[in-house]
């Protein structure tokens, strides 16, 4: 689709970490504002002898997948293109989408119901927006959320070097287990498109298995498929609650992909056992 000069956007990125807010799949809402940390720790990485590891629990959505990107540019682009056609400022309407995306995702209990179908989530939260700033029409919201989704689509990639990373793991015979909240189809697509089936012995998608991250029976069930203890796992991703702190309690190892160099929340209760910019950092040269 082509790119179109657009109205200011506003400043955001989806908030991960153990906040409520933390993980709202897809929102287009405004970070909390963090400082970077003063010290990392860091045990041997896979490859040295010291630090083998039979079983790697891995998130897909901004850890292997750059999935955040964007997310702003295609509101806007879809504001642009559909709303101001129909006489509905397009920049208002921008900003009171992320003023929605927010609020919608801020509610723990409905970020985990909405997120297992992002389609309708999506398309709620526009018509939301719409009635917001008094131009409601269900019509034009179904079409600006499947536009977004569309324009969504286009702007994922796979982090670099992330097919090399996991070509090497399986080459180590380290054990893989995909584990990932959200919409079964959404995840799936994602899966598919990338290619990334081929190096997990075994998915976990919250829409599938019934429960997602923090739930404890997902890391169990991922550590029963791969017959692994927890004390030989680690599970590494960019959600502090989800990836790093629910695993840590079962006794596994969290590794947190720190993407952006952000840093802990101050104050984080939180402490990886490492933090990462990126998942190929997890092997040794």
Known sequence: MPRRTSPRRPTSRR??????AAGATSAGCAAPSFRRSRSTRCPPRIGRAEGRVKALLVDLDDTLLDYSSGVDESWVESCAA???????????LVAAIARRCRRFWDDPDRQRRERVDMTSAWRKITAHALADIGAPDDALAAAIAGDFAARRWECMELFPGVRDALDRLRQRRVSLALVTNGDRRHQRRKIEQHDLARFFDVILIEGEFGVGKPEEAVYRHALDSLEARPSEAWMVGDHLEWDVAAPQRLGLRGIWVDAHGQGLP???PVMPHRIIRAFPELLSD
């Open 15 to 20: 908030p991960r970490t153990s906040g409520s």
């Open 82 to 92: 559909l709303a101001a056609p129909a006489g509905v400022d397009p920049e208002a």
């Open 266 to 268: 101050e104050a984080s």
